[in-house]
């Protein structure tokens, strides 16, 4: 029996559901060399910001138990560095890029949307209300759901592009955040960003990483990752991407029976690049041993 995986994200056409997280796939040509872009389900790349920025002190990173911690403050290349360094390369591939973007300020969102609308190429924006790790303001959107409502309008009046919030996972009622984003206008949500978290060296006393705190991510998440994908995607109608410590099908598919349209493969890229290619594979050969032929036959379909 034939399986389509092909799935229409809220507007994005993809091959398959498995896309890569923001911040763990580059801008696309660091992993060329080791992957077929062309066969992901989209492309997310680092989140962008108006200026070129440099990012927090090492250390950056610290390996946790079932994960890692990452305080990376965002280094970039700016829109204009962007669009001028990486879109070249990324318009030879046949794969939807996906623009995580972030601001200090509401202006900020909307002028960094505005300025990728025009840019060919570009199949959607994910917007970041949730780093754990900037203290200008970004993650404050992301959980307060007076400041991610006029995040999302702004970004909104500002672009025709699809539009992504990535949800963070520390609110108490995530239902409400989906559900504004839903009436925002926006025409998926993903989730979710790193767990804020923090870890000490007992023998200096010290935080393991520079920025003190930092984001959780990996296999230590997943499990909360699913609970907030199921309570979401029950909040509303337009389709959830599932994130959060993917590293085999199996994870994934967790993840599509909850209620997620699609999912993305972050921290696991770090170790073993080909994740997404066998999860992909993986998801095809559930489905046709489960007798589906499409994606959206599983979706949402736990047994409660
Ligand atoms: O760059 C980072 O430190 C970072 C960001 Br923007 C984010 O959204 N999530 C994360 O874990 N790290």
Redesign the pocket.
Same mark, same amino acid.
């Given at each position: 029996m034939h399986v389509d995986l092909s799935i229409n994200l809220g507007g994005i056409r993809m091959k398959n559901p498995v896309m890569t997280a923001s911040?763990t796939f580059g801008y696309g040509p660091e992993y060329a060399d080791l992957v077929n872009l062309d066969t992901l389900g989209a492309i997310v790349v680092k989140?962008i910001c108006l200026e070129p920025k440099t990012g927090n002190e090492p250390p950056r990173t610290a390996e946790v138990a079932s994960g890692m911690l #990452?305080?990376?403050?965002?280094p970039g290349p700016g829109v204009d560095g962007f669009v001028r360094e990486y879109m070249p390369f990324l318009r030879r591939h046949d794969v939807p890029v996906i623009v995580n973007i972030?601001g200090r300020t509401l202006e900020e969102y909307a002028e960094v949307a505005a300025r990728f609308s025009d840019v060919e190429g570009i199949a959607g924006l994910e917007i970041?209300v /949730?780093?754990? #790790?900037i203290k200008e303001g970004s993650q404050v959107f992301g959980t307060h759901l007076d400041l991610f409502r006029k995040v999302l309008d702004a970004v909104r009046a500002a672009t025709p592009l699809p539009l992504i919030p990535k949800l963070a996972p520390d609110v108490s009622n995530i239902a409400d955040f989906a559900r504004a984003a839903e009436e925002s206008g926006a025409n998926a949500v993903s989730l979710i #960003? /790193?767990f804020p978290a923090m870890a000490i060296d007992i023998k200096t006393r010290k935080p393991r990483l520079a920025n003190i705190t930092g984001?959780l991510?990996g296999p230590a998440i997943r499990p909360i990752a699913v609970r907030l994908v199921w309570l979401a995607a029950r909040a509303v109608s337009i389709p959830v991407v599932g994130i959060g410590g993917i590293s085999s099908p199996e994870d994934a598919l967790e993840f599509l029976i909850a209620g997620a349209s699609a999912v993305a493969v972050g921290t696991a890229n770090f170790t073993d690049p080909g994740t997404a290619g066998r999860v992909i594979a993986g998801i095809e050969t559930y489905l046709r041993e489960a007798g589906h032929q499409r994606v959206d036959d599983i979706v949402g379909s736990l047994r409660i």
């Amino acid at each position: 029996m034939h399986v389509d995986l092909s799935i229409n994200l809220g507007g994005i056409r993809m091959k398959n559901p498995v896309m890569t997280a923001s911040g763990t796939f580059g801008y696309g040509p660091e992993y060329a060399d080791l992957v077929n872009l062309d066969t992901l389900g989209a492309i997310v790349v680092k989140g962008i910001c108006l200026e070129p920025k440099t990012g927090n002190e090492p250390p950056r990173t610290a390996e946790v138990a079932s994960g890692m911690l #990452n305080a990376i403050g965002l280094p970039g290349p700016g829109v204009d560095g962007f669009v001028r360094e990486y879109m070249p390369f990324l318009r030879r591939h046949d794969v939807p890029v996906i623009v995580n973007i972030w601001g200090r300020t509401l202006e900020e969102y909307a002028e960094v949307a505005a300025r990728f609308s025009d840019v060919e190429g570009i199949a959607g924006l994910e917007i970041n209300v /949730s780093c754990p #790790n900037i203290k200008e303001g970004s993650q404050v959107f992301g959980t307060h759901l007076d400041l991610f409502r006029k995040v999302l309008d702004a970004v909104r009046a500002a672009t025709p592009l699809p539009l992504i919030p990535k949800l963070a996972p520390d609110v108490s009622n995530i239902a409400d955040f989906a559900r504004a984003a839903e009436e925002s206008g926006a025409n998926a949500v993903s989730l979710i #960003n /790193s767990f804020p978290a923090m870890a000490i060296d007992i023998k200096t006393r010290k935080p393991r990483l520079a920025n003190i705190t930092g984001g959780l991510s990996g296999p230590a998440i997943r499990p909360i990752a699913v609970r907030l994908v199921w309570l979401a995607a029950r909040a509303v109608s337009i389709p959830v991407v599932g994130i959060g410590g993917i590293s085999s099908p199996e994870d994934a598919l967790e993840f599509l029976i909850a209620g997620a349209s699609a999912v993305a493969v972050g921290t696991a890229n770090f170790t073993d690049p080909g994740t997404a290619g066998r999860v992909i594979a993986g998801i095809e050969t559930y489905l046709r041993e489960a007798g589906h032929q499409r994606v959206d036959d599983i979706v949402g379909s736990l047994r409660i």
